[in-house]
């Protein structure tokens, strides 16, 4: 089946601003992707210009943050200050006099699974994004579940470390690419014996979650120690999760899952022993399949869905 | 508005039957309530056979436990093993010749509280059954979210106390009667001074969690802090849970209510200093209204939604 219909996603994340138009059946046709600029509704506007033609039904937009779901502005955004507060709907709406609808872009890049991706096989699922921070998104009986799904912020030790977001012990505590990272430099502080110490011209600050996971494929005890902490977490997370949504499928993705080999086997391994066995038993853990694209075919799907009733 | 529909209201909790007779309006006509027997089956119909009158359009069922999405068999019910395996659908609807739903008992109770209760003005709200262990039910746009739900096992603590679920640390381990008794008792068994250790005519098993209460009330240390401790984790987990959900409202009902001036107070505290400001801020935090009619009402409801296509 053939159809004129086209749709522009846009995903804001932390610091990349990613709009594409994307076609009926969930191709990305054309997209453009460039750094997060302090005036980002300027920016948003040029960059839907540029890739805006006819037949463009709707504009989905999918923006890192907590979205008030009455006025559905921005209401906190920890890494990426310049949304907050902004009427996106009101003014994209107004300039490509298209409808417009809006969400959290980790609930969109659930979304965007769900179509085209790693969750086209399953109507329940939840989706844990990995990357500096943690996204989670939930699709219920086929459909995005229309709800904060802040699923790093679950708390996963009562007093645990600080989060950023001003709550302690939180999943992205432990299980994300700034948490790695700091345990590792915590510990070379301390003094621990690794060749991550060699890393970066020898400047630890400079150590990346990538470096970390480089050096454990190289049989370094600290880096594989510290992934796999952040996988035992995850598990953690993710048993809470499936007893919580008891989905069919828990998909993972984001920058971490690089490191799937140690950080998410771990993490499965944990998942299994901890969340009920009767829920467990049958859910997928696998890696979500749109990567960059996920955001903004999500965005194109939501407004699809929007317009077409589904 | 008068209507003429009569629904059977079915609630299979850890120890007691309950078949109510309800009516459109959600009001309770006939109940009854039995301890439940071994052959739950058998004295399920015969309860059903008493109150079962013309007009009955369905009969809903709330029972304690792991209900199998897919087959609608109760999976695990640790607090009632007579119910698992059994085919409750096939039996009753076989012999009632009526439509008949299921699903587990806390769910139940959240659509009862939707419908009469304490979430009638809400269309996004948890509850939360604090008894002898927890309970969670899920409504979402109005509707339950036909989830497992089993929000008291959630993993507040990584490595803490061993739940009888088979996880470490769930939520229900630090809040609910169970939890509440343990930790008083293991108290006193180390010898902590308190006049809790002259309750029930010096024998610190027989000690309830409403013994503890009243203690409490007396001024008495341990049993102030043993509350206070279940309702820091509380708060724990219902600010996980509003990250989760970004619900309107959090609705608490059970046996442990009856403390609600020390435990869901403290409880409250915690979580509004731990969710996501701008979620947690609007959320109504209140006790459930519908007591021990919440499941059978509940039940009623959800039959009655199914057939009228709600």
Redesign the interface.
Known sequence: MDSNSLYIGVDIGGTNLRVALVDDNGKVIKKLKRPSAEDILSELESAIDEIVTEGVKGIGLGIAG?I??NTYKI??SPNLHQVEGKDFIGSISKKFSVPVRIDNDANVAALGERWVGAGRRFK?FVLLTLGTGIGGGVV?GGKL?K?????G??????E?SNCL????GCLESYTSGRAIVSQVVESLEKGVDSILKECCEGNIYKITPEDVYNYALEGDTLAREALKTAG??LG?GI??LV?????EAVIIGGGLIGAWNILVEEGIKEARK??????IMDVEILPAELGDNAGVVGAAYMIKQELEGL
Chains 1, 2 share one sequence.
């Open positions: 907590v008030n779901r209401e906190r329940n219920y579940l709800v904060a799904a802040e699923l912020h679950i708390t996963v030790e009562a645990g977001c001003g709550n302690k035992r977490y953690i048993a809470s007893n919580i949504f008891s989905p901890r969340a009920f066995p009767e829920l």
